[in-house]
């Protein structure tokens, strides 16, 4: 039995599986997040432990660094900057697996979800900001040479849409891509200070302003998302994430994405993700899986 968990700024949220990639995940509860408290931090993840377990893996809202096991966690400052994995052993004496919550989620989308099947799984989510994972015959790909299938960082964009993110760099997808991207892509083309429901629900509705932005956000993502594809060969793409879930929204990405990839398709490329609120904990499940055998 593994004990898996999906770990965010607000919420620890944990889950058994039994093994196997038909296995089934057992809800065992959530905590708060002991967000500025790293003894606190470590006593919640300790206190699923029940015995028995073969080991614990986490996914986290963060990225972790392949060959030093430290990780960049903004959210969660008891933890930014701590090799995770080898601090939770020793509290509990199981071995540990840490995957960023995008690694998870495309593992969880290529085993159990729309992604079932393909050789090669890009997911990527569009959530709040933008994200993504890489997964080649059913193990996330990760190493030394960078954070694999992260697109949304680099400076990409150019010009008055080029905005700073929180990465240090400019105009990288990520600050144009998410939920708080298209709003700030509305808020400087047009002035209206809109939430992205709006926006999305103004472009369905045929509003001038809001297809504007919209299909600016098209170009803006589309063009970067499509040399990802080109670079990593994806048979699918799977797409979740807050913004992925507006009706419309990821068939009106992927028209502009197929369009500008060299594999030309008649079906989508782009598809929307199938495992829902679970995917954290299921990819975790499945990296455990994969590590201890």
């Known amino acids: 039995m593994i004990l898996a968990f999906d770990i965010g700024g607000s919420r620890i949220r944990a889950a058994t599986w039994n093994g196997g990639w038909d296995g ?4 065992q509860g959530e905590v708060a997040t002991p967000a500025g408290d790293k003894a606190a931090f470590t006593a919640a993840i300790a206190g699923f432990v029940q015995g028995g377990e073969r080991g614990i893996a986490i996914s986290i809202a963060g990225v972790v660094d392949p060959a030093t096991g430290i990780g960049t966690v903004a959210n969660i400052p008891a933890i930014d900057g701590l090799a995770l994995g080898p601090e939770l052993r020793a509290a509990t004496g199981l071995p540990v697996s840490v995957l960023n919550d995008a690694d998870c989620f495309a593992l969880a989308e290529a085993g159990r979800g729309a992604g079932r099947g393909h050789g090669t799984v890009f997911g990527v989510i569009l959530g709040s900001g933008v994200g993504g994972g890489l997964v080649v015959g059913g193990r996330v790909i990760n190493g030394a040479g ?5 697109w ?3 400076p990409v964009i150019r010009g008055e849409f080029a905005f700073p993110c929180g990465c240090g760099q400019v105009g990288c997808v990520d600050t144009v891509g998410g939920a708080r991207g298209l709003e700030r892509l509305h808020r400087a083309r047009s002035g209206e200070g809109l939430g992205s429901e709006a926006i999305v629900a103004g472009w369905r509705a045929g509003d ?3 297809s504007a932005t919209m299909a600016l956000w098209r170009d803006l993502v589309a063009g970067p998302l499509a040399m990802a594809v080109n670079l990593v060969g994806a048979d699918v793409v799977p797409v979740g994430g807050g913004l992925s879930l507006a009706p419309g929204l ?3 990405l992927d028209q502009a994405v197929r369009a500008g990839i060299l594999r030309k398709t008649t079906g989508p490329l782009l598809v929307p993700a199938e495992c829902g609120a679970d995917a954290g904990l299921l990819g975790a499940a499945l990296a455990g899986q994969a590590e201890w055998g």
């Open 24 to 27: 089934a995940l057992r809800p």
């Open 152 to 154: 949304g960082h680099g």
């Open 146 to 150: 960078g954070y694999a299938g992260e």
């Open 250 to 252: 990821v068939g009106y």
């Open 208 to 210: 001038a302003a809001a």
